[in-house]
Every structure is written in structure tokens, then in C-alpha cells.
């Protein structure tokens, strides 16, 4: 199983809509996790952490833990075309403390 | 001046060239690391190093190695560089449990 797992293929949502993008973790110790935003070409940059159960608000992005189910995801509500990006979930290892990455998620925000 | 800098930010070299690519760091963190990312791969760790005496290797370290000569200072050679070694790189440090500040990258093709 891999470290970090984002399964889902491209997401093209409609301009206004909530997009949702989901990750799973094989690391049952993990306690921290983060979703970076990488435009094409362009370094990956940090939106979000949450560390405890639930739900953690910021703007317009919610992130949401499970750790019982070791699932995190993401919502952006109101999506604009400037949302259009590869979302990377990311996951301290409780082994070696070190982030692993999952492969990322492609979001296509249509005007 | 940018948290993460990253020299040069685009390369083109021979087959069997030794090339270095430079990172320095000015959040004051201990911890640094080298990625490379190629499309439909994702980020995957070359080498980190959590203080100025300590070298790890990642999950494709072959090929690759690393210096780091000052806390702030983090390097990748490429000892003789082949075409499938092109791809971009990317230098990121962090504090303990935090997430991952990432340079601008370097595009580096190898002909």
C-alpha cells in the first residue's frame, strides 16, 4: 500500500460549484497532515494543515481528518478559475518524521 | 528575497556532464530536502538532511548526491548527468512537524 494515495482522475468543476478532492494514508501513526496547491510548472505551495479530528476552515477551503479511517480530504466552495491546479496531499511518517506525498489531484474550474 | 532560493532555475546539459544544483535557505530551519517531480509521478525525495551532519538518502538517491555545507546551504550534484535524470527539482526545508517550504524549482534537461 502506498504511503499516500489520491485516487480520484482530473476534476473539472463548473465556476461557483464546491470541488472535493479526497487522500488516504497507510501510516496509522501519522498526526499531521497538509494540501498544497501547484500550478503547472510552478513550486508547491502549503494551503492547508489540520492535525486534530474534524474539520478545519480557512476561506474558502475546509479540510477534513479522519484518523480512525485514515482519510483526509479537501472542499473548495465557490470555485474560481484561479482554483485550477493539482492539489498534493501530503502526510508526516510517523517512522522517519519525513512528508510523503500522494501523486496529486488535477482541478479544472470551468468559467 | 524568497524563503527557499533555488540556482539555477533552468539548465540544459550533455550526457556525462557533472552538474550542481543549489539551494539556500533563509527560514532558519534545520531540516532540507531534494525532489525531483516528473509528470504523472509526482514529488519523490532524492536525499534530506535533518541537520548540517546528517545525509539520508531517499527513494532514488542513485545517481544523485548531496552536500550541505551550512545549515542554510543544501546542494545536488548529478556526478554524470543522463537523459533520464531530466526533470524538475525541487529543494524545501521545514521545521519539526511543519510543513514544507519549497524553492522555485529547477528545470534541468539533459541532452
Known amino acids: 500500500q502506498k504511503e499516500v494515495e489520491q485516487n480520484s482522475g482530473p476534476l473539472s468543476v463548473p465556476e461557483g460549484a464546491i470541488a472535493s478532492l479526497n487522500c488516504t494514508y497507510s501510516?496509522?501513526?501519522?498526526?499531521?497532515f497538509f494540501w498544497y496547491r501547484q500550478y503547472s510548472g510552478k513550486s508547491p505551495e502549503l494551503i492547508m494543515f489540520?492535525?486534530?479530528?474534524g474539520d478545519k476552515e480557512d476561506g474558502r477551503f475546509t479540510a477534513q481528518l479522519n484518523k480512525a479511517s485514515q482519510y483526509v480530504s479537501l472542499l473548495i466552495r465557490d470555485s474560481q478559475p484561479s482554483d485550477s491546479a493539482t492539489y498534493l496531499c501530503?502526510?508526516?511518517?510517523?517512522?522517519?518524521?519525513?512528508?510523503?506525498f500522494g501523486k496529486g489531484n488535477q482541478v479544472v474550474v470551468i468559467p | 528575497d524568497a524563503d527557499v532560493t533555488q540556482t539555477p532555475r533552468n539548465r540544459i546539459t550533455k550526457t556525462g556532464k557533472r552538474i550542481m544544483l543549489e539551494c539556500s535557505q533563509t527560514?532558519?530551519?534545520?531540516?532540507m530536502y531534494w525532489y525531483r517531480q516528473d509528470p504523472g509521478l509526482g514529488l519523490r525525495l532524492i536525499y534530506y538532511?535533518?541537520?548540517?551532519?546528517?545525509?539520508n538518502k531517499g527513494e532514488i538517491s542513485d545517481g544523485y548526491s548531496v552536500s550541505r555545507q551550512a545549515q542554510a546551504k543544501f546542494s545536488l550534484s548529478l556526478e554524470s548527468a543522463i537523459p533520464n535524470q531530466t526533470a524538475l527539482y525541487f529543494c524545501?526545508?521545514?521545521?519539526?512537524?511543519?510543513?514544507?517550504?519549497f524553492g522555485s524549482g529547477t528545470r534541468l534537461t539533459v541532452v
Open positions: 501510516d496509522q501513526g501519522s498526526q499531521s
Open positions: 527560514k532558519g530551519h534545520d531540516r
Open positions: 501530503a502526510v508526516i511518517l510517523k517512522g522517519n518524521n519525513r512528508l510523503a
Open positions: 524545501a526545508t521545514s521545521g519539526q512537524g511543519y510543513g514544507y517550504t
Open positions: 489540520i492535525y486534530s479530528n
Open positions: 538532511s535533518f541537520d548540517v551532519k546528517d545525509i
